[in-house]
């Protein structure tokens, strides 16, 4: 009996002409994401990679010191105060923000036809300009006239002074954080409303309360989006800027009325080393080290969350 012989692939395959116009018209819709990248991104970020190498005041031009920056960096005090600030409040911040955030979101999934009024409500706020956010909270948090320490006093308790008194400064930023909540509860409603009903029904049969459905079956089925607001809220937190510029650094009546020090974030310290002492080489240190920074935070809560995250489409 004959036998056919295929012949092997002699190299890599030939395209056919309607893959190549394909191709060619993918590459001309990305073109205009990946020009902007260069120019933006890309661009920048090599500049300023190059930059850090420097000593520059962006009159005169750059003058090549090497790892002078990065050693001076390590060595600056005020650095390690406003990176230290910075890492105390995301520490505070996520955790609150995700908590109360699941908590109305609950809330929410059991309120019914006013859901879409209540959703509506709770992500207006992340609508207001960072710059009004800040004016808004330092009206608030006045110590004589803020409607917070009224509130507290109408129920015999004496209000502190949040933005004078170092010790209450941070509390207060972080109670300004929790205005922009609202999209971290939307992406939980989405989440909750996804998880299939069959389930709570299946661990009702089983004789499961409230608390075992919550821990068994709604966690682990809306831990994706635990675990994206999860590095979404901590790369956030570590870039907080203009509200609390606004507050304490864009304000005349709040610049000289405490110590400055309890309010210094990072990013804020950066923007001052450019832009007020035009220190932008050493800036430019910064920055990278802050990139450098998020990006192992986030890489190690990549890896230890997929140790706790359930996706659907993982066989078990």
Do not use: C
Request: charged share 10%; hydrophobic share 50%; no cysteine.
């Amino acid at each position: 009996m004959a036998t056919t012989t295929v012949p092997a692939p002699t190299g890599r395959r030939r395209r056919t002409p309607l893959a190549r116009r394909e191709a060619r018209w993918a590459y001309l819709f990305l073109a205009p994401w990946i020009v902007g990248f260069l120019i933006f991104n890309a661009g920048p970020m090599i500049a300023s990679a190059w930059l850090s190498l420097t000593e520059y005041d962006a009159i005169n031009a750059p003058r090549y010191t090497g790892l002078d920056n990065y050693r001076e960096l390590m060595a600056d005090p005020m650095v390690a105060r406003s990176l230290g600030n910075t890492v105390y409040y995301t520490l505070l911040h996520v955790p609150l923000v995700m908590a109360i955030s699941l908590g109305l979101a609950l809330l929410l999934k059991r309120v019914g036809r006013l859901q879409g009024f209540f959703r509506t409500v709770f992500y207006l706020p992340v609508m207001t300009p960072a710059v009004a956010v800040g004016i808004l909270f330092l009206l608030l948090l006045n110590t004589q006239d803020g409607l917070i320490n009224r509130g507290l006093a109408l129920v015999g308790i004496d209000g502190p002074s949040w933005t004078t008194d170092p010790d209450w400064v941070m509390p207060g930023i972080v109670l300004m954080g929790l205005w922009s909540l609202g999209s971290t509860v939307i992406i939980y409603l989405a989440a909750l409303q996804n998880v299939p009903r069959d389930l709570y029904e299946a661990a009702s049969i089983d004789g499961a309360g409230g608390w075992a459905r919550f821990r068994h079956v709604t966690l682990p089925m809306i831990s994706g989006a635990l675990f994206f607001t999860l590095i979404v809220n901590t790369i956030s937190s570590l870039q907080m800027f203009t509200e609390v510029y606004t507050m304490y650094f864009g304000n005349r009546q709040t610049q000289g009325s405490f110590n400055s020090d309890a309010a210094s974030f990072y990013v804020i310290h950066l923007f001052q080393e450019a832009f007020q002492f035009l220190h932008m080489g050493f800036a430019s240190a910064m920055a990278w080290l802050l990139f450098v920074i998020i990006l192992i935070i986030t890489l190690v809560q990549v890896k230890l969350g997929n140790r706790f995250v359930y996706y659907e489409g993982d066989q078990p």
